[in-house]
């Protein structure tokens, strides 16, 4: 369901809704606390026709002061871990659960992630991937429509409606668990393989 209605678009199919429009919409949001404390929104960044979506959990301090998601040491983890499945930042379209940073870095509170889910659930289906990849608990709980931690649900592939999604663990977490590194790495090949196996549909027909 989508909570949030693009004036003049209310019957759009996934993918004819520019992913501009909705960070027009967002504009200088004011719907939870975060827009208080914030130093910029993190809308989003990459490619709007991406194969592979990636949702995060929040902006940090790097990702506040910029205004672009995954640019601090997380950022930089991910960056490497691309290539494990395959993809390069240019290929991935990359946004948060929220597009404000909690303070202190603290866990986004359910009234926050309310206010902001109908705009990630736009980005999707602007986006519209084959593949979610959902960094962390919120992501992942979000996405799957669960309560499960990701420790649990991580370690194979998920079919939701269109996507396949695949719940891991946050790059940042592995900077202070770094047995989880190889369980990462684990779950992005996972994707890679995914992709591989489902080459992507060169005929000019896309299915929306």
């Known amino acids: 369901m989508s909570v949030m209605q693009i004036p003049g678009h209310e019957h759009q199919k996934p993918g004819e809704v520019m992913l501009e429009e909705?960070?027009?919409i967002l504009g200088n949001c004011k719907r939870c606390e975060l827009g208080q404390t914030r130093s910029h929104i993190v809308f989003g960044c990459g490619n709007p026709h991406a194969r592979v979506m990636f949702v995060g959990e929040g902006p940090g301090r790097n990702e506040d002061l910029k205004g672009e998601p995954f640019v601090g040491a997380a950022g930089h983890r991910l960056d490497a871990l691309l290539s494990v499945a395959g993809l390069t930042r240019e290929e991935v379209y990359i946004a948060n659960v929220v597009k404000c940073r909690p303070p202190g870095n603290r866990n986004p509170k359910p009234e926050e992630i309310e206010a902001c889910s109908p705009f990630l659930r736009e980005q999707i289906r602007s986006v519209w991937p084959d593949v979610i990849v959902c960094l962390g608990n919120f992501a992942s709980q979000w996405v799957l429509k669960t309560d499960k931690g990701v420790m649990s649900l991580r370690g194979q592939l998920y079919q939701q409606g269109h996507f396949v999604v695949a719940p891991t663990f946050?790059?940042?977490?592995?900077?202070?668990?770094?047995?989880w590194q190889p369980l990462l790495e684990e779950d992005l090949a996972r994707v890679g393989a995914w992709l591989a196996e489902h080459p992507a549909?060169?005929?000019g027909e896309v299915a929306r």
């Open 22 to 24: 909705i960070e027009n």
């Open 170 to 179: 946050h790059p940042a977490a592995t900077l202070y668990h770094e047995d």
């Open 201 to 203: 549909d060169t005929s």
